[in-house]
Protein backbone atom coordinates (compact mmCIF):
# COMPACT_ATOMS: atom_id res chain seq x y z
CA UNK A 1 0.00 0.00 0.00
CA UNK A 2 1.78 3.46 -1.55
CA UNK A 3 1.08 6.83 -1.12
CA UNK A 4 2.39 9.52 -3.80
CA UNK A 5 3.22 13.01 -2.84
CA UNK A 6 3.40 15.67 -4.76
CA UNK A 7 3.79 19.36 -3.75
CA UNK A 8 5.20 22.84 -4.78
CA UNK A 9 6.60 23.59 -1.88
CA UNK A 10 9.61 21.93 0.27
CA UNK A 11 7.75 19.77 2.71
CA UNK A 12 8.24 16.26 1.55
CA UNK A 13 10.38 15.44 4.11
CA UNK A 14 8.00 17.22 6.74
CA UNK A 15 4.99 15.33 5.60
CA UNK A 16 7.16 11.52 4.99
CA UNK A 17 7.76 11.50 8.67
CA UNK A 18 4.48 12.67 9.49
CA UNK A 19 2.95 10.34 7.08
CA UNK A 20 4.88 7.54 8.99
CA UNK A 21 4.20 8.38 12.51
CA UNK A 22 0.55 8.45 11.88
CA UNK A 23 0.58 5.02 9.18
CA UNK A 24 3.44 3.13 9.80
CA UNK A 25 1.96 0.75 7.47
CA UNK A 26 1.89 2.74 4.54
CA UNK A 27 4.68 3.21 1.83
CA UNK A 28 5.35 6.98 1.09
CA UNK A 29 7.44 8.11 -1.96
CA UNK A 30 7.64 11.78 -3.42
CA UNK A 31 6.46 12.34 -7.22
CA UNK A 32 9.62 12.01 -8.80
CA UNK A 33 11.08 9.33 -6.68
CA UNK A 34 11.09 5.92 -8.98
CA UNK A 35 9.21 2.81 -7.47
CA UNK A 36 6.25 0.78 -8.52
CA UNK A 37 3.35 3.08 -9.94
CA UNK A 38 0.92 0.05 -10.03
CA UNK A 39 1.16 -0.45 -5.58
CA UNK A 40 0.38 3.08 -5.87
CA UNK A 41 -3.25 3.81 -4.09
CA UNK A 42 -3.66 7.05 -2.65
CA UNK A 43 -1.95 10.19 -3.52
CA UNK A 44 -1.22 13.03 -1.70
CA UNK A 45 -1.42 16.45 -4.36
CA UNK A 46 -1.47 19.90 -4.90
CA UNK A 47 -1.62 20.65 -8.63
CA UNK A 48 -0.25 17.40 -10.40
CA UNK A 49 0.20 17.94 -13.87
CA UNK A 50 -3.16 16.80 -15.78
CA UNK A 51 -3.62 13.92 -17.28
CA UNK A 52 -0.53 11.95 -14.98
CA UNK A 53 -3.04 11.04 -12.31
CA UNK A 54 -4.78 8.82 -14.59
CA UNK A 55 -1.88 7.46 -17.01
CA UNK A 56 0.58 6.54 -14.05
CA UNK A 57 -1.51 5.14 -11.37
CA UNK A 58 -3.93 2.43 -12.43
CA UNK A 59 -4.75 1.48 -8.98
CA UNK A 60 -5.94 4.51 -7.08
CA UNK A 61 -8.47 4.02 -4.23
CA UNK A 62 -8.58 7.86 -3.26
CA UNK A 63 -6.87 11.32 -4.12
CA UNK A 64 -6.37 13.60 -1.38
CA UNK A 65 -5.68 17.17 -2.19
CA UNK A 66 -3.26 19.13 0.19
CA UNK A 67 -5.74 22.01 -0.12
CA UNK A 68 -8.87 22.64 1.20
CA UNK A 69 -9.69 23.78 -2.38
CA UNK A 70 -9.65 21.20 -5.05
CA UNK A 71 -10.39 23.63 -8.28
CA UNK A 72 -6.49 22.41 -9.06
CA UNK A 73 -7.61 19.22 -9.69
CA UNK A 74 -11.15 18.89 -10.84
CA UNK A 75 -9.88 21.69 -14.00
CA UNK A 76 -8.23 17.89 -15.05
CA UNK A 77 -10.64 16.62 -17.92
CA UNK A 78 -8.70 13.49 -17.47
CA UNK A 79 -8.81 12.79 -13.93
CA UNK A 80 -8.72 9.04 -12.94
CA UNK A 81 -12.68 8.06 -13.77
CA UNK A 82 -14.48 7.14 -10.30
CA UNK A 83 -11.68 7.95 -7.95
CA UNK A 84 -13.20 9.99 -5.14
CA UNK A 85 -11.26 13.62 -4.40
CA UNK A 86 -10.86 14.41 -0.66
CA UNK A 87 -10.62 18.43 0.78
CA UNK A 88 -7.81 18.98 3.00
CA UNK A 89 -9.72 19.60 6.66
CA UNK A 90 -7.60 19.67 9.21
CA UNK A 91 -7.86 22.07 12.15
CA UNK A 92 -4.65 23.89 11.20
CA UNK A 93 -5.15 24.88 7.78
CA UNK A 94 -8.50 26.02 9.30
CA UNK A 95 -7.07 27.78 12.30
CA UNK A 96 -4.47 30.14 9.41
CA UNK A 97 -7.07 30.98 7.31
CA UNK A 98 -9.23 32.26 10.68
CA UNK A 99 -5.89 34.19 11.94
CA UNK A 100 -5.68 35.72 8.87
CA UNK A 101 -9.42 37.18 8.26
CA UNK A 102 -9.36 37.98 11.25
CA UNK A 103 -6.17 39.85 11.10
CA UNK A 104 -7.20 41.96 8.14
CA UNK A 105 -10.91 42.51 9.53
CA UNK A 106 -9.19 44.28 12.83
CA UNK A 107 -6.73 45.64 10.69
CA UNK A 108 -9.33 47.89 8.70
CA UNK A 109 -12.16 47.60 11.50
CA UNK A 110 -9.49 49.91 13.54
CA UNK A 111 -8.31 51.75 10.78
CA UNK A 112 -4.68 50.84 10.50
CA UNK A 113 -3.80 51.98 7.39
CA UNK A 114 -5.16 55.71 8.00
CA UNK A 115 -3.07 55.44 11.44
CA UNK A 116 0.04 54.28 9.41
CA UNK A 117 -0.11 56.93 7.14
CA UNK A 118 -0.76 59.37 9.34
CA UNK A 119 2.29 58.28 11.39
CA UNK A 120 4.87 57.89 7.84
CA UNK A 121 3.17 62.07 7.43
CA UNK A 122 3.93 62.89 11.12
CA UNK A 123 -0.10 63.74 12.07
CA UNK A 124 -1.38 63.54 15.72
CA UNK A 125 -5.05 63.32 14.52
CA UNK A 126 -7.78 61.47 16.61
CA UNK A 127 -10.53 59.85 14.59
CA UNK A 128 -13.53 58.03 16.28
CA UNK A 129 -13.32 54.51 15.95
CA UNK A 130 -16.58 52.36 16.74
CA UNK A 131 -16.07 49.27 18.77
CA UNK A 132 -17.26 45.89 16.81
CA UNK A 133 -20.94 45.87 17.15
CA UNK A 134 -21.23 48.69 15.11
CA UNK A 135 -18.68 47.19 12.14
CA UNK A 136 -20.62 44.29 9.67
CA UNK A 137 -18.43 41.84 8.33
CA UNK A 138 -20.28 39.94 5.58
CA UNK A 139 -18.29 36.44 4.75
CA UNK A 140 -19.28 34.87 1.21
CA UNK A 141 -18.51 30.94 2.00
CA UNK A 142 -20.21 29.96 4.94
CA UNK A 143 -18.03 26.04 4.71
CA UNK A 144 -15.09 24.97 7.03
CA UNK A 145 -13.04 28.09 6.99
CA UNK A 146 -15.98 30.36 7.11
CA UNK A 147 -17.85 29.26 9.83
CA UNK A 148 -14.97 28.69 11.97
CA UNK A 149 -13.87 32.55 11.30
CA UNK A 150 -17.27 33.65 11.90
CA UNK A 151 -16.61 31.88 15.13
CA UNK A 152 -14.18 34.02 16.24
CA UNK A 153 -15.58 37.07 14.86
CA UNK A 154 -18.41 36.54 17.07
CA UNK A 155 -16.47 36.47 20.36
CA UNK A 156 -15.20 39.35 19.37
CA UNK A 157 -18.43 41.29 18.85
CA UNK A 158 -18.79 41.66 15.68
CA UNK A 159 -22.09 42.36 13.61
CA UNK A 160 -22.06 38.96 11.21
CA UNK A 161 -23.70 38.62 8.56
CA UNK A 162 -22.83 35.36 5.41
CA UNK A 163 -23.58 34.29 2.38
CA UNK A 164 -23.60 30.82 0.80
CA UNK A 165 -25.03 28.34 -2.08
CA UNK A 166 -27.68 26.89 -0.25
CA UNK A 167 -29.56 27.74 3.11
CA UNK A 168 -27.89 28.19 6.49
CA UNK A 169 -28.90 28.79 10.14
CA UNK A 170 -25.97 29.63 12.09
CA UNK A 171 -26.94 31.71 15.97
CA UNK A 172 -25.73 35.43 15.72
CA UNK A 173 -25.26 35.73 11.89
CA UNK A 174 -27.76 36.79 9.22
CA UNK A 175 -27.63 34.03 6.61
CA UNK A 176 -28.58 34.65 3.22
CA UNK A 177 -28.04 32.28 -0.16
CA UNK A 178 -28.12 32.07 -3.45
CA UNK A 179 -28.33 34.69 -6.28
CA UNK A 180 -31.52 35.87 -5.29
CA UNK A 181 -29.49 36.50 -1.71
CA UNK A 182 -26.68 38.22 -2.87
CA UNK A 183 -28.13 42.56 -2.42
CA UNK A 184 -29.76 42.11 0.85
CA UNK A 185 -26.31 40.37 1.88
CA UNK A 186 -24.20 43.14 0.06
CA UNK A 187 -26.24 46.22 1.30
CA UNK A 188 -25.39 45.92 5.12
CA UNK A 189 -21.71 45.01 4.49
CA UNK A 190 -18.82 47.32 5.83
CA UNK A 191 -15.96 44.73 5.32
CA UNK A 192 -16.33 41.99 2.76
CA UNK A 193 -14.51 38.65 3.26
CA UNK A 194 -14.50 36.61 0.06
CA UNK A 195 -13.86 32.63 0.94
CA UNK A 196 -15.31 30.34 -1.53
CA UNK A 197 -14.26 27.74 -3.68
CA UNK A 198 -12.97 28.94 -7.59
CA UNK A 199 -15.97 27.10 -9.40
CA UNK A 200 -18.11 27.97 -12.79
CA UNK A 201 -20.80 29.46 -10.53
CA UNK A 202 -18.12 31.40 -8.76
CA UNK A 203 -15.52 32.19 -11.30
CA UNK A 204 -15.00 36.58 -11.74
CA UNK A 205 -17.96 37.13 -9.48
CA UNK A 206 -16.32 39.42 -7.40
CA UNK A 207 -16.83 41.89 -10.54
CA UNK A 208 -18.32 45.79 -10.64
CA UNK A 209 -21.76 44.13 -10.63
CA UNK A 210 -21.57 42.87 -6.93
CA UNK A 211 -18.64 45.44 -5.46
CA UNK A 212 -21.54 48.35 -6.88
CA UNK A 213 -23.82 46.69 -4.28
CA UNK A 214 -22.17 47.04 -1.27
CA UNK A 215 -21.39 50.16 0.77
CA UNK A 216 -19.36 52.97 -0.16
CA UNK A 217 -15.94 53.02 1.50
CA UNK A 218 -16.28 49.18 2.10
CA UNK A 219 -13.58 47.01 2.49
CA UNK A 220 -12.92 43.67 0.44
CA UNK A 221 -10.18 40.54 1.87
CA UNK A 222 -10.26 37.52 -0.25
CA UNK A 223 -8.79 34.69 0.39
CA UNK A 224 -10.33 32.28 -1.86
CA UNK A 225 -9.31 31.84 -5.33
CA UNK A 226 -7.55 34.81 -7.35
CA UNK A 227 -10.37 33.44 -10.34
CA UNK A 228 -13.24 34.93 -8.08
CA UNK A 229 -12.04 38.34 -8.57
CA UNK A 230 -12.13 40.69 -11.41
CA UNK A 231 -8.53 42.47 -11.13
CA UNK A 232 -9.60 45.77 -13.49
CA UNK A 233 -13.19 46.29 -11.75
CA UNK A 234 -11.65 46.07 -8.35
CA UNK A 235 -9.10 48.75 -9.14
CA UNK A 236 -11.83 50.57 -11.08
CA UNK A 237 -13.81 50.01 -7.69
CA UNK A 238 -10.97 51.57 -5.13
CA UNK A 239 -10.24 54.62 -7.51
CA UNK A 240 -13.87 55.37 -7.59
CA UNK A 241 -14.16 55.25 -3.49
CA UNK A 242 -16.68 52.69 -3.77
CA UNK A 243 -13.69 50.23 -2.03
CA UNK A 244 -11.64 52.12 0.44
CA UNK A 245 -9.04 49.02 0.87
CA UNK A 246 -8.68 45.85 -0.48
CA UNK A 247 -6.60 42.62 0.77
CA UNK A 248 -5.83 40.16 -1.44
CA UNK A 249 -4.12 36.89 -0.44
CA UNK A 250 -5.37 35.15 -4.11
CA UNK A 251 -4.53 36.42 -7.66
CA UNK A 252 -5.57 35.53 -11.25
CA UNK A 253 -2.09 34.64 -12.08
CA UNK A 254 0.14 33.66 -9.27
CA UNK A 255 2.83 34.94 -8.50
CA UNK A 256 1.75 38.45 -9.41
CA UNK A 257 3.37 39.41 -12.18
CA UNK A 258 5.52 42.11 -11.64
CA UNK A 259 4.32 45.51 -13.12
CA UNK A 260 1.02 44.46 -11.82
CA UNK A 261 -0.64 47.40 -10.67
CA UNK A 262 -1.93 45.86 -7.43
CA UNK A 263 1.48 45.66 -6.35
CA UNK A 264 2.04 49.80 -5.61
CA UNK A 265 -1.59 50.69 -5.04
CA UNK A 266 -1.53 52.67 -1.80
CA UNK A 267 -5.39 50.80 -0.61
CA UNK A 268 -4.08 47.43 -1.52
CA UNK A 269 -2.56 44.79 0.75
CA UNK A 270 -1.72 41.96 -0.89
CA UNK A 271 0.24 38.62 0.47
CA UNK A 272 1.55 35.85 -1.79
CA UNK A 273 -1.43 33.13 -1.46
CA UNK A 274 -0.15 31.70 2.33
CA UNK A 275 -3.31 32.53 4.69
CA UNK A 276 -3.49 29.18 5.16
CA UNK A 277 -1.63 26.15 4.83
CA UNK A 278 -2.00 22.28 5.56
CA UNK A 279 0.33 21.35 8.42
CA UNK A 280 1.73 18.05 7.90
CA UNK A 281 2.15 17.59 11.62
CA UNK A 282 -1.78 18.07 11.70
CA UNK A 283 -2.79 17.37 8.43
CA UNK A 284 -0.87 13.72 8.08
CA UNK A 285 -3.73 12.09 10.88
CA UNK A 286 -6.34 13.41 8.87
CA UNK A 287 -5.37 11.68 5.70
CA UNK A 288 -4.33 8.35 7.53
CA UNK A 289 -7.59 8.50 9.14
CA UNK A 290 -9.31 8.56 5.92
CA UNK A 291 -6.97 6.03 4.54
CA UNK A 292 -8.37 3.80 8.04
CA UNK A 293 -12.17 4.48 6.57
CA UNK A 294 -11.29 3.15 2.81
CA UNK A 295 -9.53 0.15 3.98
CA UNK A 296 -12.53 -0.17 6.26
CA UNK A 297 -14.66 -0.42 3.42
CA UNK A 298 -16.10 2.97 4.48
CA UNK A 299 -16.10 6.35 2.59
CA UNK A 300 -13.82 8.92 3.14
CA UNK A 301 -14.87 12.40 4.86
CA UNK A 302 -14.87 15.66 3.01
CA UNK A 303 -15.18 14.12 -0.41
CA UNK A 304 -15.48 17.18 -3.14
CA UNK A 305 -18.67 16.72 -5.43
CA UNK A 306 -17.26 17.33 -8.86
CA UNK A 307 -20.65 18.22 -10.15
CA UNK A 308 -20.45 20.97 -7.92
CA UNK A 309 -17.01 22.31 -8.51
CA UNK A 310 -16.10 21.65 -4.40
P1 LIG B 1 -16.11 24.43 1.96
O1 LIG B 1 -16.37 23.52 0.81
O2 LIG B 1 -16.20 23.89 3.35
O3 LIG B 1 -17.12 25.68 1.87
C1 LIG B 1 -17.41 26.33 0.67
C2 LIG B 1 -18.51 27.34 0.93
O4 LIG B 1 -18.71 28.10 -0.25
C3 LIG B 1 -19.85 26.68 1.29
O5 LIG B 1 -20.52 27.43 2.26
C4 LIG B 1 -20.61 26.77 -0.05
O6 LIG B 1 -22.03 26.82 0.07
C5 LIG B 1 -20.11 28.10 -0.59
N1 LIG B 1 -20.32 28.17 -2.02
C6 LIG B 1 -19.85 27.37 -3.01
N2 LIG B 1 -20.32 27.75 -4.21
C7 LIG B 1 -21.14 28.81 -3.98
C8 LIG B 1 -21.93 29.63 -4.80
N3 LIG B 1 -22.01 29.43 -6.13
N4 LIG B 1 -22.65 30.61 -4.23
C9 LIG B 1 -22.60 30.82 -2.90
N5 LIG B 1 -21.85 30.08 -2.03
C10 LIG B 1 -21.13 29.08 -2.58
O7 LIG B 1 -14.69 25.08 1.71
P2 LIG B 1 -13.63 25.63 2.79
O8 LIG B 1 -14.31 26.55 3.71
O9 LIG B 1 -12.85 24.51 3.34
O10 LIG B 1 -12.63 26.43 1.80
C11 LIG B 1 -13.11 27.48 1.01
C12 LIG B 1 -12.07 27.92 -0.01
O11 LIG B 1 -11.02 28.63 0.62
C13 LIG B 1 -11.34 26.80 -0.75
O12 LIG B 1 -12.13 26.26 -1.79
C14 LIG B 1 -10.11 27.53 -1.27
O13 LIG B 1 -10.39 28.09 -2.55
C15 LIG B 1 -9.90 28.64 -0.26
N6 LIG B 1 -8.67 28.45 0.52
C16 LIG B 1 -7.66 29.34 0.36
C17 LIG B 1 -6.50 29.23 1.11
C18 LIG B 1 -5.45 30.24 1.03
O14 LIG B 1 -4.35 30.01 1.54
N7 LIG B 1 -5.70 31.39 0.45
C19 LIG B 1 -6.30 28.10 2.04
C20 LIG B 1 -7.47 27.24 2.16
C21 LIG B 1 -8.59 27.42 1.40
P3 LIG B 1 -22.87 25.62 0.74
O15 LIG B 1 -22.56 25.73 2.22
O16 LIG B 1 -24.25 25.93 0.42
O17 LIG B 1 -22.32 24.35 0.14
C1 LIG C 1 -5.96 25.63 -0.17
C2 LIG C 1 -4.92 26.62 -0.46
O1 LIG C 1 -6.90 25.48 -0.96
O2 LIG C 1 -3.86 26.59 0.21
O3 LIG C 1 -5.85 24.96 0.88
O4 LIG C 1 -5.11 27.48 -1.32
Known sequence: MTLIFKS?????????????????????????????????????????????????????????????????????????????????????????????VVLHVLRYHRQTPLFEEQQREHVWRVVPTPTAPKRRVGIMGLGVIGQDSLRVLSALGFALSGWSRTAKSIPGVTCHHGLDGLTAFLTEVDILVCLLPYTADTDNILNRNLLDRL???????????????????ILAALDSGRLAGVTLDVFREEPLPAGHAFWDHPNVTITPHNAGTAQAWSGAAEVAANIKRIRDGQAPLNIADPAAGY
Open 8 to 100: DADSWADWRQHLRDAAPDLACRDWDEPGDDDSVEFALVWKPPFGELRRRFRNLKAIFSLGAGVDHLLADSDLPPGVPIVRMVEPELTRGMTEY
Open 215 to 233: PRGAYLINAGRGGLQDEDD
